[in-house]
């Protein structure tokens, strides 16, 4: 930005060397908007802005209007029976997509949905009964989870030992409801694999 | 000639061309066929160097908006209501079985035709610029990627529509690959469900970028990729003409300029074309380019209709969340990343990182990330433009069709011997059968 003090003076510059016409009319603001430092820019900055803050603005609406507020979706912790619906060993509650385990008085359970891509995992019965040692810990497998999708396998303590999982499946965490004395699963809060609920 | 001109005049065109001047005019003065040349090179119109498959795949996209028109009014996206509509479109709707047959089949055929599109413009080098000014072949590859890549979208928020065990499990296992995304990953998976899980948010969502926005984006580019092939100089194998030219003890080639001469001052808008000897190389577009226009439009029209009576549209049990069919397989187009996914999950230092993640979101990154680095750090010269396998290529089309081959083996593999919880199984191996619930 030129200095605006040159004024009507056009025989001198800050270099010394004399300015021609049209210069000196430019250091008068006459000839090029540029040299101006006008309202003309700033309004037009203005209006540049606005329009960008409004555009910006309505993208924001539009975009955060398709995030839902309110899910109507099944609620995440839910009900699933009183104790004594439970035999031994595991149960599918199969519009939930989690496997209930009772072993005699304790209880938990284990997400259905694979941890590579969340497909629904079929429970199997082992042919022959095997021992594995898992964590440190020898279980008898008695079932193991197939995932269909990829090929994932877990054994029934929901540790993965084959196929493209990358971890064990979810535990979810198990209450007794007070009210009337059933199981509620809540998925939204994961427990460690050896979470167990005795009663 | 005529001054006065119905608007049946407009629209229509002469095809036998009385006059080199009438069979100009038929072009330039025609709406819908202003976008073409008015004189092309005999070169660009052969059948075996471009197999037509650019023209192809629009018009398949033509059908696939001719038919889906229809398919909208007859299609509920409600997940109450879908699969019962797509049972009533089988069933008892009149030829609801043959739109809907058609719009899949034509869906199908877009893929396969938009990715051998893709192969034919990597092995003829018609993605480098030539020695015409102006050139930005590049670029237009670059917008043929986005447009394979809507193409695959397109085909992906389809097959969720019909609400079936196919569109439930398919979408289940792409939106959680969207999920293994790090950072991002979760609340991207939310944002396209619409949810936690997939509900009427999510179908209502896939409906209207499968009928709108994508569309409309391959609209856009496909304009844009167009008016691309006309200020790139046509075809790349027009470029090699024009070379062999310079060549000979000819003139040196002009460039046409066609500016809005008095309107503006300096370089407008215009299009340039090499100049090759005309009467040696080129033929009017009227009526040698609308012809065969006309006959692959045919033909592309009565292949998929064909098609179409041959195989019927499947379509699954309804879609049931506690069940996932064993198999569960992608369309064939996925299947080589169903594959991808299944064998990349690595454990390296106690961290096991997901197949997803590899499988799903960085091999094809990658493979789209160095597809179009590709294309400009490609250095061969201008000899090997617009020219099939060219040999200063040679080593580039190797990896290419490595590349392509891979993908294809993995998509055979996912095909034909994967089996139930995804075993291996050869053609010939018989698959247990399975309890239909665990």
Redesign the interface.
């Known amino acids: 930005m030129r200095s605006k003090k040159s004024g009507l003076d056009n025989t001198a510059t800050p270099t010394g060397k004399p300015l021609t016409p049209d210069e000196s009319l430019k250091e008068q603001g006459i000839l090029s908007e540029r040299a101006q430092p006008s309202r003309r820019k700033f309004l037009a900055r203005l209006g540049i802005g606005a329009t960008l803050l409004a555009i910006g603005g309505q993208t924001y609406a539009f975009i955060r209007s398709?995030?839902?507020n309110v899910?109507?979706?099944?609620p995440?912790r839910f009900k699933v029976g009183t104790i004594d619906q439970f035999g031994e060993g595991a149960k599918?509650i199969?519009?939930k997509?989690v496997f209930v385990f009772r072993q005699k008085n304790t209880f938990h359970c284990i997400s259905?949905a694979c941890?590579?891509?969340?497909?629904?995992v079929?429970?199997?019965r082992v042919n022959q009964p095997k021992k594995v040692v898992v964590r440190g810990r020898e279980i008898d497998d008695q079932v193991e989870f197939?995932?269909?999708?990829?090929?994932s396998k877990y054994y029934s303590d929901g540790t993965n030992y084959t196929?493209?999982?990358?971890?064990p499946l979810a535990h979810y965490k198990l209450e007794l409801a007070p009210e009337d004395g059933q199981l509620v699963v809540d998925t939204a809060e994961t427990v460690d694999q050896d979470f167990r609920l005795t009663v | 000639m005529a001054t006065k001109r119905s608007t049946w005049d407009k629209i229509k065109w002469t095809w036998q061309p009385e006059t080199k001047r009438e069979a100009g005019d038929s072009i330039v003065r025609n709406f819908l066929l202003h976008w073409f040349p008015s004189k092309v090179t005999r070169q660009s119109l052969s059948w075996n160097y471009s197999f037509w498959l650019g023209t192809i795949s629009a018009v398949l996209f033509l059908i696939l908006i001719l038919t889906g028109i229809p398919l909208m009014f007859l299609y509920v996206p409600s997940v109450e209501r879908a699969y019962l509509s797509v049972k009533d479109l089988e069933f008892t709707v009149s030829y609801g079985w043959f739109l809907r047959g058609l719009h899949r089949i034509s869906a199908h055929l877009m893929v396969a035709v938009v990715f051998l599109h893709l192969v034919r413009v990597f092995l003829t080098g018609a993605y480098k610029n030539g020695t015409a000014v102006n050139q930005n072949r590049p670029l237009n590859w670059v917008i043929g990627l986005l447009l394979l890549l809507l193409t695959l979208l397109l085909s992906f928020t389809g097959y969720l529509l019909p609400w079936d065990q196919l569109a439930y499990w398919a979408i289940t296992v792409g939106t959680n690959i969207a999920s293994s995304a790090p950072v991002v990953g979760e609340s991207m998976r939310f944002f396209l469900l619409g949810g936690r899980t997939i509900d009427q948010n999510t179908l209502i969502r896939f409906y209207v970028l499968h009928c709108f926005f994508l569309p409309l984006g391959v609209l856009l580019l496909f304009s844009y990729h167009m008016w691309r092939v006309r200020k790139d100089g046509g075809l790349a194998c027009v470029d090699q003409l024009s070379l062999e030219q310079k060549k000979g003890p000819v003139e040196p080639i002009k460039s046409k300029t066609y500016s809005l001469l008095g309107i503006t001052s300096g370089r407008t808008v215009h299009v340039e074309t090499l100049i090759v000897d005309e009467d040696q190389h080129t033929v009017t577009a009227s009526p040698n380019l609308t012809r065969r226009l006309m006959a692959v439009t045919l033909g592309t029209v009565a292949v998929a209709a064909l098609l179409t009576t041959l195989f019927r549209a499947p379509l699954e049990e309804a879609a049931n969340p506690s069940v996932t069919p064993n198999p569960a397989k992608a369309p064939w187009y996925f299947l080589w990343l169903q594959e991808l996914v299944t064998d990349t999950t690595f454990t390296i230092g106690g961290i096991t990182i997901n197949g997803a993640l590899i499988g799903g979101i960085i091999v094809p990154g990658l493979l789209v990330v160095a597809a179009i680095a590709w294309v400009y750090l490609d250095k061969s010269p201008p000899a090997a433009v617009g020219v099939w396998f060219a040999k200063e290529r040679r080593k580039q089309n190797i990896v290419f069709l490595t590349v392509v081959a891979a993908i294809l083996i993995f998509t055979i593999i996912g095909t034909y011997l994967r089996g139930p919880y995804w075993n291996f199984y050869w053609p010939w191996q018989s698959w247990p059968t399975m309890p239909r619930q665990f």
Do not use: I
């Open positions: 398709l995030v839902p899910l109507y979706e099944d995440q599918f199969e519009d997509r259905a941890t590579h891509l969340g497909c629904t079929k429970m199997q197939a995932c269909p999708c990829h090929g196929g493209p999982a990358p971890r």
